[in-house]
């Protein structure tokens, strides 16, 4: 629904200004894809946006305006891996999303407070402005935290019942949410109580105006025939250390050489998988790249024969859908990875899938691929055709512009509901 129609349904006069506040932890915008994706969106479909986030490599400024976005970032102490460094992070996350959602209030307003978590604790900004101003609150669930800390720590108790709460209390504030997959979908409407219509599968599609394919370049395979590529965080979760063990299968348990590895990220254990990787004698046969820009990423990626998600089979990861999936098919990749639930529904038949945790049997299945020229243009072309006519980011924006149209006729409806409650009281008192 336009504003103007929306204003001529409240019986407001004039254009109505649709103005929305996406607040993002976990990664810098817009290097953060799917957030940079849905404020894309919004602002082309006539949404005042303002983004707050963390300041990170190549996204330092405080203030800057891409695209018509406006981007608010904040100061965030160095990751650490222990309990105290998570309540540092929060904490200064928590302060400035707060302090910087005062300022935008009194500037460029805002009409919807829309949270991507992690972690669960952005709803305490949603509150305060719902509550005490009537904004609009939207929960965008990139992650399930209660699963990442039975994930994590293989155990549940006092903590994991913690993050339920916060995250029942999100949900509980929410007007509506946004769930990246099925599996999303369904923890909130059972553990999040969230009425079905106002639950919005948006999944994290790669915008094909951003991904595409590149000349390839052969430097990257090292003077090997074949060349593999893994793009994503390199933290315990990715399970870097069971791609390692593949290659040392591919290496010695096959005595293969014509293979060359490239790890494109970075992350919390990225020096930990460095030293793993000498102590493996793998340091030839490995590149780690670090963060790059899209120009070597799709590079890196076109030039790939084989791409690889070696993700540890986890709660976490077999519910969640993967971005670097999704990229590997809209270039056209085979790619080999572990059973997992959302894996196998994003990928189908662009994947081969390995016994979880069965490093041999995933080496095996990259060396199927790497041998079987027919095969893996097969199965790289049954990816991308899935991503073009299902998945990129043309068929989800739609979901996401629904998502929004919803928050808006529940506040067409609170609105409509004040004036009849002001006009009943006006009547008693006359």
Not at 12 to 24: E, F, Q, T
Not at 149 to 153: I, P, S
Not at 165 to 177: C, G, I, K, P
Not at 282 to 303: N, P, Q, Y
């Given at each position: 629904m336009a504003a103007d129609a929306w204003a001529a349904q409240s019986g407001?006069?004039?254009?109505?200004?649709?103005?929305?506040?996406?607040?993002?932890e976990n990664l810098p915008?817009?290097?953060?894809?799917?957030?940079?994706?849905?404020?894309?969106?919004?602002?082309?479909?006539?949404?005042?946006?303002?983004?707050?986030?963390?300041?990170?490599?190549g996204a330092t400024a405080s203030f800057e305006i891409i695209d018509g976005i406006a981007i608010y970032r904040h100061w965030l102490p160095r990751e650490g891996r222990g309990v105290l460094s998570y309540f540092a992070e929060y904490g200064a996350a928590l302060f400035w999303?707060?302090?910087?959602?005062?300022?935008?209030?009194?500037?460029?307003?805002?009409?919807?407070?829309?949270?991507c978590n992690p972690p669960d604790l952005i709803f305490v900004v949603g509150a305060f402005h719902k509550f005490l101003f009537g904004k609009s609150f939207i929960y965008d669930q990139h992650d399930i935290n209660p699963e990442f800390?039975?994930?994590?720590?293989e155990r549940r108790g006092f903590l994991w019942r913690v993050l339920v709460?916060?995250?029942?209390?999100?949900?509980?504030?929410?007007?509506?949410?946004v769930a990246p997959n099925q599996s999303y979908h369904a923890i909130a409407i059972e553990r999040g109580r969230m009425n079905p219509d106002r639950v919005f599968v948006v999944r994290s599609g790669p915008n094909l105006s951003r991904?595409?394919?590149?000349?390839?370049?052969?430097?990257?395979?090292?003077?090997?025939?074949?060349?593999?590529?893994?793009?994503?965080?390199?933290?315990?979760?990715?399970?870097?250390?069971?791609?390692?063990?593949?290659?040392?299968?591919?290496?010695?348990?096959?005595?293969?050489?014509?293979?060359q590895f490239v790890i494109v990220g970075s992350g919390p254990v990225l020096e930990e998988v460095k030293k793993l990787a000498t102590a493996f004698e793998?340091?030839?046969?490995?590149?780690?790249?670090?963060?790059?820009?899209?120009?070597?990423?799709?590079?890196?990626?076109?030039?790939a024969d084989v791409c690889v998600n070696p993700d540890r089979p986890n709660t976490v990861?077999?519910?969640?859908?993967?971005?670097?999936?999704?990229?590997?098919?809209?270039?056209?990749?085979?790619?080999?990875?572990?059973?997992?639930?959302?894996?196998?529904?994003?990928?189908?038949?662009?994947?081969?899938?390995?016994r979880n945790t069965d490093t041999a049997e995933f080496g095996d299945k990259i060396l199927e691929l790497v041998d079987d020229p027919v095969r893996r243009d097969r199965m790289g072309a049954f990816g991308q055709k899935r991503i073009r006519d299902e998945l990129a980011w043309d068929h989800e924006a739609a979901n996401l512009l629904g998502a929004y149209e919803k928050v808006f006729s529940l506040r067409l409806s609170s609105i409509r509901q004040r004036r009849a409650d002001a006009l009943e009281l006006r009547q008693r008192d006359s």
């Open positions: 407001i006069n004039g254009p109505v200004r649709r103005r929305v506040l996406i607040i993002v915008v817009p290097f953060d894809r799917r957030v940079w994706s849905e404020a894309s969106t919004l602002s082309q479909h006539g949404y005042e946006v303002s983004v707050i986030c963390p300041k990170g490599p999303e707060f302090v910087l959602s005062l300022k935008i209030l009194a500037t460029r307003g805002f009409d919807v407070v829309h949270a800390f039975e994930a994590k720590f709460l916060l995250e029942r209390m999100t949900f509980a504030l929410s007007d509506v949410s991904v595409r394919t590149l000349p390839p370049d052969s430097a990257w395979k090292r003077g090997r025939k074949f060349l593999v590529a893994y793009v994503g965080v390199i933290g315990e979760p990715e399970g870097i250390d069971l791609l390692l063990e593949t290659i040392k299968h591919i290496r010695r348990g096959r005595d293969r050489d014509d293979v793998l340091d030839e046969l490995v590149t780690f790249t670090g963060r790059v820009d899209d120009e070597t990423l799709f590079t890196i990626l076109s030039t990861n077999d519910k969640s859908t993967m971005n670097k999936i999704m990229e590997y098919m809209a270039l056209g990749r085979p790619i080999v990875q572990f059973d997992l639930t959302e894996g196998r529904v994003s990928a189908g038949e662009a994947s081969l899938y390995a």
